[in-house]
């Protein structure tokens, strides 16, 4: 090919004689250079700093990797980035691999990446810290969201591995220490599918309600055994961490062994250093509490004792204090005789006293002195004079008294109109007959003259009109009764 002579400038771009390189377009060239690099190197392991990692809507991962004097970008694609065993983050030290080929779009080399993973142990601490920090200040660490341990659970709920010995560890310590109804949930504890397992179990325990088929615990243990960092990982993932600080039931995390820490055991209520550890801390020892409500029942029966025995104490010292009873009746037993004394001489003096009153009385009864007093006696009733109008006043009194009394018989007896001509009927049982419409009703009727009484028939016929009664004669006045004499003449 000729050197092309500059000497001679021209408007227009010619082709000259002998010249074989015709002009290509800049995507022929991008596309030449592409399929250079892509046969030239084809798969490559990169190690490198992530920089800039973003995840498109599309779900496409772009990044950049980085060393102390170049950079590359990176790609990858959204049907492998679902397989990233961690969450990629600026900042982190990672081994790529991929194939490098071009981006024409920008005339830029970039690595499409089909695997990345962390570039060894001190990479993957980095990680920790990094997902460590940032949770932290979000708040699922702090000490404000932990809640308190269930004293007595009744049902407790384990997330493990159903083959491996943490379960067996934690159900020999449990039947050790007070046999509890135990729930696992078994799980993958290491591998890719692990995290979204023990986080899946966290939450189905959750969902669980009381009274339900299955029983809701009142406690959770989330446990594996001891490993490498690696082996421990899934219980260092954002999902399981997430998944612990959210649950309503109290969490112990008990991960590795007593040196592994996890961010498990940062967002757990309590952490325990061993599975074994932790069925300790999930329950009490049986025998102590029997031992420990034991002694509190003795205590209570000597509390209740006590006042018992201080008031027999109390009242066996005021009883010594307290004077015999023969000697507080003493006093009173000395007063009684001498009252019994007194009223001795007492009852003689008055018998004596009386005797000489009678005797003296007795002494002034004499024949004379009482023919005197009748003699007095007689005078005076013979100058004594009784009035008669003293005594017939009294008698005239009486009299009326007794006349408004017969009167008064004489007109509210209910048989004294019947000397008048009056009738009483009767019915058959002996009824007072009141009407004639109960006299038709009744049937047979008698009746009662003052004189007797007659059987009466019913009949419609008008009975014929009664004479016209008759004035009675006058009764001759009563005697006039005799003078009384008078008692004095």
């Known amino acids: 090919m000729p050197i092309p002579d500059d000497s001679d400038p021209s408007l227009l771009a010619n082709s000259r004689p002998g010249d074989n390189s015709?002009?290509?377009?800049?995507?022929?060239?991008?596309?030449?250079?592409?399929?250079?690099?892509?046969?030239?190197?084809?798969?490559?392991?990169?190690?490198?700093?992530?920089?800039?990692?973003?995840?498109?809507?599309?779900?496409?991962?772009?990044?950049?990797?980085?060393?102390?004097?170049?950079?590359?970008?990176?790609?990858?694609?959204?049907?492998?980035?679902?397989?990233?065993?961690?969450?990629?983050?600026?900042g982190v030290e990672v081994i790529a691999t991929g194939k490098v080929t071009t981006y024409a779009g920008r005339s830029k080399y970039q690595i499409v990446i089909e695997r990345m993973e962390l570039a060894g142990e001190g990479a993957l601490l980095a990680l920790l810290e990094k997902t460590k920090a940032r949770l932290e200040a979000e708040g699922l660490f702090a000490d404000s969201r932990k809640k308190p341990l269930p004293f007595l659970p009744r049902t407790i709920g384990v997330v493990t591995s159903p083959t491996?010995?943490?379960?067996?560890?934690?159900?020999?310590?449990?039947?050790?220490?007070?046999p509890?109804?135990?729930?696992?949930?078994?799980?993958?504890?290491?591998?890719?599918?692990?995290?979204?397992?023990?986080?899946?179990?966290?939450?189905?325990?959750?969902?669980?309600?009381?009274?339900?088929?299955?029983?809701?615990?009142?406690?959770?243990?989330?446990?594996?055994?001891?490993?490498?960092?690696?082996?421990?990982?899934?219980?260092?993932?954002?999902?399981?961490?997430?998944?612990?600080?959210?649950?309503e039931i109290p969490v112990i995390s008990a991960v590795g062994h007593e040196t592994d820490t996890t961010l498990a055991d940062f967002a757990a209520d309590h952490r325990a250093p061993t599975p074994t550890a932790a069925a300790e801390r999930a329950v009490p020892v049986r025998a102590e509490l029997a031992a420990a409500l034991a002694d509190l029942g003795a205590r209570q029966m000597r509390c209740a004792s006590r006042p018992v025995a201080l008031g027999r104490e109390r009242l066996d010292a005021c009883s010594q204090r307290l004077p015999r009873p023969d000697t507080l009746l003493q006093p009173a037993a000395q007063a009684l005789d001498e009252a019994t004394e007194r009223h001795r001489r007492a009852l003689v003096d008055r018998v004596s006293v009386g005797r000489a009153a009678l005797d003296q009385a007795g002494a002034r009864l004499t024949p004379s002195t009482l023919q005197w007093r009748?003699?007095?006696?007689?005078?005076?009733?013979?100058?004594?004079?009784?009035?008669?109008?003293?005594?017939?006043?009294?008698l005239d009194r009486a009299s009326e008294r007794l006349g408004a009394?017969?009167?008064?018989?004489?007109?509210?007896?209910?048989?004294?109109?019947?000397?008048?001509?009056?009738?009483?009927?009767?019915?058959?049982?002996?009824?007072?007959?009141?009407?004639?419409?109960?006299?038709?009703?009744?049937?047979?009727?008698?009746?009662?003259?003052?004189?007797?009484?007659?059987?009466?028939?019913?009949?419609?016929?008008a009975p014929p009109l009664p004479p016209a009664p008759r004035k009675p004669a006058r009764k001759p006045p009563p005697p006039a009764s005799p003078k009384q004499d008078d008692l004095f003449g």
């Open 180 to 247: 509890s109804h135990v729930i696992v949930w078994p799980v993958l504890v290491q591998g890719e599918a692990a995290k979204g397992q023990v986080s899946a179990a966290v939450r189905g325990f959750n969902t669980l309600v009381h009274g339900g088929n299955v029983p809701r615990p009142d406690l959770l243990i989330v446990a594996r055994g001891g490993g490498s960092i690696e082996d421990l990982w899934a219980f260092n993932e954002e999902e399981v961490v997430r998944a612990i600080a959210e649950s």
């Open 22 to 90: 015709e002009p290509v377009s800049v995507t022929d060239l991008s596309r030449s250079l592409k399929r250079v690099v892509e046969d030239r190197f084809g798969f490559v392991r990169l190690r490198g700093e992530l920089s800039g990692v973003k995840r498109a809507a599309s779900g496409h991962l772009y990044c950049s990797l980085k060393d102390e004097k170049s950079v590359i970008d990176g790609v990858m694609w959204k049907s492998a980035a679902p397989r990233l065993a961690f969450r990629p983050e600026d």
């Open 164 to 178: 491996g010995a943490v379960i067996r560890d934690i159900l020999h310590r449990l039947s050790d220490r007070f």
């Open 374 to 394: 009748l003699g007095q006696a007689r005078e005076r009733l013979g100058h004594a004079r009784l009035a008669p109008a003293m005594l017939t006043a009294r």
């Open 405 to 461: 009394g017969v009167t008064m018989l004489r007109s509210l007896d209910p048989k004294a109109p019947l000397k008048r001509g009056y009738a009483l009927v009767f019915g058959p049982e002996g009824e007072l007959v009141r009407s004639a419409d109960a006299a038709r009703v009744a049937g047979g009727l008698s009746l009662e003259f003052a004189d007797g009484r007659v059987a009466a028939s019913i009949g419609d016929a």
